[in-house]
């Protein structure tokens, strides 16, 4: 896989400090801006699964999955190390049903001095995941492809956007 | 991506009941066994992000995405709705460079009712997401790839192997 | 309201050290058995909420609300500070819909040395309040009613029934 | 129970989009204003359980269930999958003895862009079921009764109160 | 302070492999078992502090500090990287005014694959902190001294008993 | 030890009411300002644990016992009962090598309506037990020592700097 980058990259990973040692970012001094983050993931299903999948008013596996990852959204700076804790004001999942598999979208937004990236993307991990635990007695041999950020705005670095593949 | 299945799958999704409905999996007259799963996912890095990794001995981000990984292994049944919450006897993950990114496998045990399959995943996922976190700033367009489970031991359905690409 | 005892109550509070002092029951000389409870609550809607209430198959707010139960079941010895940390062999909630409300039940079982009544009453009262959650911009009036322990099995103290009121 | 509405409802359920799909609502545009909610329960306690409850400076079960309510009313966007976190000012919890049982009245603050209604009622909520945890060697047949909204001020849709029943 | 090793310690760090590399201990082989641990702290309080806590049943912040101590305790695998989930059996803190302060002790115990120290370790630090935050706007010069581990028992390594000062 | 007060301290213990019941301080008039706070403790190790101290890139104890403090610095509210939660906008820690044990120094900052001294301390508490929890199997007597505030600065109170011992 090809992967372009988005402009110019700075010159220093952010996470370190002089000594090279990880670290949280301070973002004390930055000012509090609306941020929004999307991001995706790809699950793939075979035929037999995708068909097992039950759809019917009380409760599809999509359903699941999706309050997962809106769970999890809220809990990312407990699970990310570095990541600042944050007033999520927005969070939203998605599951759509493709022809080869399911695909998740997931957005975060807050008013805060940090970004959402991290919120949007463990939002999107973990909501596939849960969808994997329910399909796993079927197949244990789905995959979660390209987990990834797809945009964002707000903030000093500006708006990204993903290039297209 | 060719998925294959392993072995002859059951009839029928395992988190479902009669009516349809999601639902956790009542494992109360299961045997308590020896219960093993590896994981695994991708973290595709560009060769100015796997360049600049810091490797100093206070604090790789390798190390960084270690530590993450193996504390979300332990925080599995409360991301993922329908999982047990279980005394995990070992959570390891390994973090390996590779020519075009780094390679994460997960371990989990435990002598339990059921399997843990979704604690190896976690770690793996986490793992990676953390390692996103500290190069984003470097190339936001990293991609998380083939986030899946490669094995498992112990449990009625016996052991699993994924099969060779 | 009338509260029926359910034979003789013993004659002190378990809770309680000899100096009266609450604190954790110590239940490391007790044999690990299956336990079970079940725990109910009741969510009085009136006729336009009950209306509202979408049926389809994106998402019933009582599917979100079954949802939540279970997790908070898994997280019950974080909230009530003297409960014991179970591994859960098994929770469910159902919600059903009646004429004048939500009639919310919930199950939990586990094979340990305590009992399981908290997390079965901690997933009906979750459950309630995403109920109320969901539904409070059209009444912010809605009562959760009559948080209860239906039943329990297992354990020193034998089998409890809740009277018929 | 007659429940009185409080003035004119509004359309529509907050927490669904266009398609009838559950969602969290996004506060993203709503300005940072002083919220503050209080709500209560009540546990009825017969009269042997009301005598049995400790009173003494070692630790009473009401003191018990008090921090207890505070310290979920925290937690709670953990716990209902469409709250947002809140960065909470302020939270009490207090326990009346009544002839027949325990009155629990929670309040909760914070200068958000969303209310606090469901932290109040979590309080409530959490306090109510830890009492019963601590009395339930008495008596099992405790009943946890009307959990519920008081009274809610600030944000757009200005001050609520309860209607004398 | 001269510090005392109790009998011979191995050669080795249990949490590193071949590698060098910090690592959960893999417990899966070892069998359950009672284990105990107890562990204590001081929190040095000056006069005018130890005469203004407050001495009165509706909550003496060192109950406050007890309750905290306990939940800490059932967290500790959240905490502390390397540590396995224990289904604990039984959790204690008492605390007690002395001449120049407040000794806190900690006990826990289960029965499970590996030992309870730092259970009883965290409960006393949190109950601590947490007296310290309720003492700090009297004198924010408090010091927490000698947390540490007073006694073990149960598991391969057999009993512990700090030697006296 | 010689505990000196910080000029002169106030009246009354902040967490109470005039009841004399334990509370948390209602913040919501305090205006949002910088905070900022650092605390510290030793962890006194005998020469044979400082020896076998890895020194190597893949981990060693100091780095892992670092990410554990800053971690546990963003769930201070959830584990001291009476504090607040908080947007922090920086965590750090740093474990120092000294000649008889390892020197523990965090830091913690938020922009908020009330201080970040139990984060920082918090940091520290669990630094500090996590580095004993990977160095208990060659030692079980170490003791952590002098877990304090060194300094806090913002809010109403002004900024404080423990006098030099």
Redesign the interface.
């Given at each position: 896989?090809a992967?372009?980058?988005?402009s110019k990259?700075?010159a220093?990973?952010?996470?370190?400090d002089a000594?090279?040692?990880?670290?949280?970012?301070?973002?004390?001094a930055k000012p509090s801006t609306?941020r929004?983050a999307t991001a995706s993931a790809f699950v793939?299903l075979?035929r037999?699964v995708l068909t097992?999948?039950?759809?019917?008013?009380?409760?599809?596996?999509l359903?699941?999955a999706?309050?997962?990852g809106?769970?999890?959204a809220?809990?990312t700076?407990?699970?990310?190390?570095?990541?600042?804790?944050?007033?999520?004001?927005?969070?939203?999942v998605t599951l759509r049903q493709k022809r080869d598999g399911i695909a998740i979208a997931a957005t975060a937004?807050?008013?805060?001095?940090t970004g959402v990236?991290?919120e949007a993307?463990?939002a999107a991990?973990?909501a596939?995941?849960?969808l994997?635990?329910?399909?796993?007695?079927?197949?244990?041999?789905?995959?979660?492809?390209?987990?990834?950020?797809d945009a964002?705005s707000g903030g000093k670095s500006g708006p990204?956007k993903?290039?297209r593949a």
């Open positions: 896989m992967i372009k980058k988005n990259p700075p220093t990973l952010s996470h370190y000594t090279g040692r990880a670290r949280m970012v301070d973002v004390s609306r929004e793939a075979p037999h097992a999948l039950p759809h019917n008013p009380k409760g599809s596996p359903e699941v999706r309050i997962a809106i769970q999890a809220k809990r700076s407990e699970l990310i190390p570095l990541c600042h804790p944050l007033p999520l004001s927005f969070v939203d937004a807050t008013t805060a001095a990236e991290m993307l463990t991990a973990i596939a995941l849960t994997y635990d329910m399909c796993k007695a079927l197949d244990k041999s789905i995959v979660i492809q390209d987990l990834r950020l964002k990204y993903r290039p």
